[in-house]
C-alpha cells in the first residue's frame, strides 16, 4: 500500500522485533528491575498488540492495523522526548582536558 507520497509504506519495525521486545517486557529481570525503579510491574501489552498489528499488516494489509501502529509508534517516540537528561551535555571539552589527571588532588564534590 502507498502512502500519500507514493511511496510503499511498511510498519517502522519487522514484526520480530516487536515480538522480542514483547519477550524482554515479560522477562523475569526486566519485571524485577521494573519493579525496583518504579515500584510497579511493567505493561507489556502494548508490544503484544502491536506485534498482532504488524502480522496483520504484513498478512492482510489492513489499514485499521497499519493506523494502529502508526499511532503507537508516534505516541512512544512522544513518551521518548517528554523526559529531560539528567546531566547537561558539553559544548565544548573542558580547557585542561589535555593535562595528566593529578591523583593526589582531592576531586571537586
Do not use: I
Amino acid at each position: 500500500m502507498e502512502n500519500n507520497d507514493g511511496v510503499l509504506w511498511r510498519p517502522p519495525r519487522s514484526c520480530s522485533e516487536y515480538w522480542s521486545e514483547f519477550k524482554h517486557c515479560k522477562s523475569l529481570r526486566n519485571r524485577f528491575q521494573h519493579y525496583y525503579a518504579h515500584g510497579t510491574s511493567p505493561s507489556c501489552q502494548q508490544w503484544k498488540e502491536d506485534y498482532d498489528m504488524c502480522t496483520t499488516w504484513e498478512k492482510c494489509k489492513d489499514q485499521g492495523a497499519k493506523e494502529a501502529l502508526r499511532s503507537s509508534e508516534r505516541s512512544r517516540l512522544a513518551e521518548q522526548k517528554k523526559f529531560t537528561p539528567v546531566w547537561e551535555l558539553r559544548r565544548v571539552p573542558p580547557k585542561d582536558w589535555h593535562m595528566p589527571l593529578n591523583h593526589e588532588r582531592p576531586q571537586d564534590s
